[in-house]
């Protein structure tokens, strides 16, 4: 349950991340709408708040102005006919005429009667319209007497403010009367206007809206427009991209989009163009190089041949030779092999490049395939194994073993003994099991370090003579992971990036070296025929480590390559070539 519950959690992970990555804001026509979007909220947002500011400020000045007119209309004629002190019936009387005028709004009334004493009249009773619903700077403002002056001819004017109770907007308006008398407060609800502004809000606020949805749809549109012939030329450039070089795009019209298309249309076609010389150089260089490897063979061995003869004759004790032509003669021997080398190295090349290698699988041993190359090439005493008998692979073993001897020879060569060898399995789940050190039974020493492939018959049929299954080992997923580590300085690390580069030397200040270059070459190119890899480093401890890794089981990328190529050469009318030995060595450092 746990972990169906981790995967389940992996799995809408990666779906949100999907999700997420679909919605960010990378994408043109995404940009657009909301560029779109906000220019038209924008313009909305600001239209609507300037029609709803000018709107509210036109009711509400409408309103106050008649309310406020009004009202001192029936100060100037109800209040201002009551006596100078009027009794509370009579301001009770005059505050309920003023209320009901045509704007409908409460009145107080205020004065002193005969007595000396402060009378009230409201509109509404003894519960109205009272004077602490007055504001106090609103009274303040009222009873305060101003100067009278040439431009103020009267002591007392009207003051108004607007309030809110309860929710509800108010207007508050207070005078005294000219001459003197009551003084008199009124009240007024903005309700009805409020109502009305709030639905003008309403109003704009879906107009804002519409025209959101309006300019989301004219950016869709625009970006359909503008955007599909960006999506053709995307199209084009994958499939450009996915090496369909005669992909081409119909241009139409005369704007900056139609430029850009016929412009792709000449960079394709001059790519194509271009592609189609580089193969035809490549190709022509490639048969250069597999024609005169063939045609070296038959010169080279005659050569070879005589060759022979003339060692037997440097090893006759009788001294068959002269000893003044000895040096030349062995030169001549060591030339002879070192081009027979070459040759051979040349030819497997050309296999890899025409796709005509292939794969002879057989169950294998690791740890008695490599005991049986060191000891095929006299590496014993130099070479250190650390590998567990038991590690079964099913792979090609001749090409492991030209594989293991290009690496080994390599690190022998350049990074000097001893060399340390080591074997472990990596399993799926990514966990190692490393053996114990076994040499493991190698026999003799072989021919005094003459190079030949072990595990595979001459023939190349692929039977396995130096790797058995007798104990019982079983293969499992996974890979094999086999390192070559050796004592030398390392590997520069401006040359870490061509180790495995063809005809490659580090040292430009000796370009002839015993190797051809193509050692490691073919080295990789065997690890990739099998599906695996070779990495080159330097070890923290010092020396150079190859790490070869091969899957443990290759049998259905070999049976994937052979329906590929009988599906090609059906399309061809031709069959494949079989694979030659080839021979180990070459320079990488």
Known sequence: MT???QESSRGWSAARKGVWSRLRFTSLRLRLVVVFGLVALTAAVSASGIAYWLNREAVLTRTQDAVLGDFEQEMENRAGALPEHPTQEELQHT?????????????????????????????????????????????????????????????????????????????????RTIGGGPTGYMVKSLEPEAKDLNSLAWSLGIATGLALIGSALLAQAAATTVLKPVQRLGVAARRLGEGRLDTRLRVSGTDELADLSRTFNKAAEALEKRVADMAA????????????????????????????????????EGGGIDPMIEPAVRLVVSETRRLNDLVENLMEVTRFDAGTARLVLD???????????????AWLDAVELDAERGIHARIDPRRLDVILANLIGNALKHGGSPVRVSVRVEHEDGGDDAGPVSRGDSGDAGDGGERRDCGAREDGTGEDTGAGTEDGGTMAGGAVVIEVRDQGPGIPEDVLPHVFDRFYKASASRPRSEGSGLGLSIALENAHAHGGEIAAANSPEGGAVFTLRLPRDVSALTERDAVAAAAEDAREGKGGTGTRRSSAGGDAR
Request: with cysteine.
């Open 281 to 316: 150089r490549d190709e022509a260089s490639r048969r250069f190089v597999a024609d005169m490897s063939h045609e070296l063979r038959t010169p080279l061995t005659a050569i070879t041949a005589v060759t022979e003869v003339l060692e037997e004759e440097l090893e006759f």
């Open 363 to 377: 169950d294998v041993d690791i740890a008695d395939q490599i005991t049986a190359c060191i000891d095929a090439r």
């Open 95 to 175: 505050a309920g005429q003023m209320a009901n005028s045509s704007q409908r709004f409460s009145v107080l009334l205020i004065a002193e009667n005969p007595q000396g004493r402060t009378v009230y009249g409201s509109s509404g009773g003894l519960s109205g319209f009272s004077t602490k619903d007055v504001p106090t700077s609103l009274r303040e403002a009222v009873n305060e007497r101003q100067k009278i002056t040439s431009t103020n001819k009267h002591a007392h004017h009207l003051y108004w403010q607007r309030i809110v109770d309860g929710g509800t907007p108010y207007l508050v308006a207070g005078t």
């Open 3 to 5: 972990q169906e519950h």
